[in-house]
């Protein structure tokens, strides 16, 4: 049996009681490590369930993957995957390779950061489709998230943005040289998306697209650090206000939530609580949401 | 300490270990059994956690919620929720309260139907918003989901439908008599809900809502039945044949998802799998579907 196992969002004890029992049993364990990480290191986690926890980073999941699922016909073989493993990342070309080799599989769910985001207080029925931003860099500046944010304005939802980990990159030098050496991972924070959403509004004014933009400085949005986790933190505010926002969230991971107009009185009072400035929240409450749908 | 602690969505194994811990050494222990249930009676979950575990119903959250955060400032009182505290359900007016007393509150999240859908093989990324599907009566056929659904399919997004349950329902007479007996829980299956679906798409044709419907017999949706449990089942098909597909979907609970157009070649092979009819499924597929977005 292949078993695609969530982990949950924090720490090792957010496995649930059956995913811990198979991690603890099955032939052969798994990490998978390169869309997302858990707070804890992997020592950790082999501590935990008393055995070897072998890393799957992308190169092995998308062309070793054979080696992952040998002898699984017969013997169980335990993914896991950090949050829910058809969250934010699916695993469906893993299990339709599975699936091809006759072996029977096996999902135990857990909290995904799609969820999970329901703890800002916001419906989860009042968001739209999810996009993620990517680090911009000089000349790579992908907007297509632009568009979606703005379907989903365009029928009052509110939007979750992921954002960017990289991790095992390696700079020019090492990879023309053929080393294997990797620079510290990266997180992007709230305050990066929220001054690349801005960098990507201007840009699009100066194309001419529209008179109005999407969003803007004065756009209301949520900040999130750690979800899930013993010292999760919002932060509401504008975009420009949550620009500067990352030293109050602390450490990563974080995400971003874009406020939608077809917000409730009561998603509005719990949101207000995380506001950098309550004043302002309620100035720019008032003048562009309440009531706009 | 007041904890909000998700059960996952099928039985007493899929709370995770961080949130059992606490289960077992609060000082009191609510469950929600208003809005989901879990695959499993109280009783188990008593024996499993080794104590008493208090039901609370909607009336008891609604009217009596000082009750259950009684000494919630200095003891630990755990509020158990099927899937995840902030999913399909949010106790934001709970959470509210706690705050207004001083409560310091902590959320241990858990697999929600609205990512676990993701183990359909379609992405989450491409899900418009969730909406709810009530059980119709002779009079009463609310149809406000239709617009949502309209919404998310204008911009090519599935929309997952969480179906209605009904627990501690009273019968007229028992409700006139002011006696407490309850009728037995109801559970929407998906072909109550597809059938729903196509009365409606036929009430709007007949108020003259346009030439072209929102969806059809041959709209292609999947039905899921005990998401992230033991026996999940999925069954894909047009809205028609879903009609009858509840003998092979088997016990409740069940959900269902109504397929966009933006969908990856990737996801249509692992939904085809699921196929009722898969020579009906790809011809629909290449004629409505493919390529359309």
Same mark, same amino acid.
């Given at each position: 049996?292949? =078993?695609?196992?969530?982990l @949950?969002?924090?720490?090792e004890?957010?496995?649930? #009681?059956?995913?811990?029992?198979?991690?603890?049993?099955?032939?052969?364990?798994?990490?998978e490590a390169?869309t997302?990480?858990?707070?804890?290191d992997?020592?950790?986690?082999?501590?935990?369930? @008393?055995?070897e926890?072998?890393v799957?980073?992308?190169e092995? #999941?998308?062309?070793a993957?054979?080696?992952?699922?040998?002898?699984a016909q017969?013997?169980?073989?335990?993914f896991l995957?950090?949050?829910?493993?058809f969250?934010?990342?699916?695993?469906?070309?893993?299990? *339709?390779? &599975?699936r091809?080799?006759?072996?029977?599989?096996?999902?135990?769910?857990?909290a995904?950061?799609m969820? &999970?985001?329901?703890?800002?207080?916001?419906? *989860?029925?009042?968001?739209?489709?999810?996009?993620?931003?990517v680090?911009?860099?000089?000349?790579w500046?992908?907007?297509?998230f632009h568009?979606?944010?703005? $379907?989903?304005?365009?029928?009052?939802l509110?939007t979750?943005?992921l954002?960017?980990i990289k991790v095992?990159? /390696?700079?020019l030098?090492?990879?023309?040289?053929?080393?294997?050496?990797?620079?510290p991972?990266?997180?992007m924070?709230?305050?990066?998306?929220?001054? /690349?959403?801005?960098?990507?509004?201007?840009?699009? +004014?100066? $194309?001419?697209?529209?008179k %109005?933009? #999407? =969003? !803007?400085e004065?756009?209301?949005?949520i900040?999130a &650090?750690?979800? !899930?986790?013993?010292?999760?933190?919002?932060?509401s505010?504008? *975009?420009?206000? *949550?620009?500067?926002?990352?030293e $109050?969230? @602390? @450490?990563?991971? %974080?995400?971003?939530?874009l406020?939608g +107009?077809r917000?409730?009185?009561? $998603? %509005?009072? =719990?949101?207000?609580?995380?506001? #950098?400035d +309550?004043?302002v929240?309620?100035?720019?409450?008032?003048?562009?949401y309440?009531?706009q749908?």
């Open positions: 049996m292949l =078993y695609l196992i969530g @949950g969002l924090s720490d004890t957010d496995i649930t #009681v059956k995913g811990l029992e198979i991690a603890r049993t099955a032939s052969r364990v798994y990490l390169y997302s990480i858990l707070l804890v992997t020592a950790i986690l082999e501590k935990y369930y @008393g055995r926890v072998i799957a980073d992308r092995m #999941v998308e062309s993957s054979d080696e992952i699922l040998r002898d017969t013997v169980d073989v335990a995957v950090v949050g829910d493993p969250g934010a990342t699916t695993h469906t070309d893993l299990v *339709l390779r &599975a091809s080799l006759q072996i029977p599989i096996s999902t135990i769910p857990n995904s950061i969820s &999970a985001i329901g703890s800002t207080g916001l419906q *989860l029925y009042n968001f739209g489709q999810t996009v993620s931003m680090f911009f860099t000089e000349t500046k992908p907007a297509s568009d979606r944010v703005r $379907e989903n304005r365009d029928i009052g509110h979750l943005i954002l960017d095992k990159e /390696q700079s030098e090492n990879m023309a040289r053929g080393r294997r050496i990797y620079e991972p990266r997180y924070t709230v305050g990066q998306c929220a001054s /690349q959403m801005l960098e990507v509004e201007e840009i699009k +004014k100066e $194309e001419g697209e529209g %109005h933009g #999407v =969003y !803007g004065e756009s209301l949005a900040g &650090a750690r979800v !899930g986790g013993k010292t999760e933190k919002f932060v505010g504008t *975009l420009r206000q *949550l620009c500067s926002a990352d $109050e969230l @602390g @450490g990563p991971l %974080h995400s971003l939530v406020l +107009k917000t409730h009185e009561l $998603e %509005h009072d =719990y949101v207000r609580e995380f506001a #950098v +309550k004043e929240w309620d100035r720019i409450w008032k003048r562009d309440e009531g749908q």
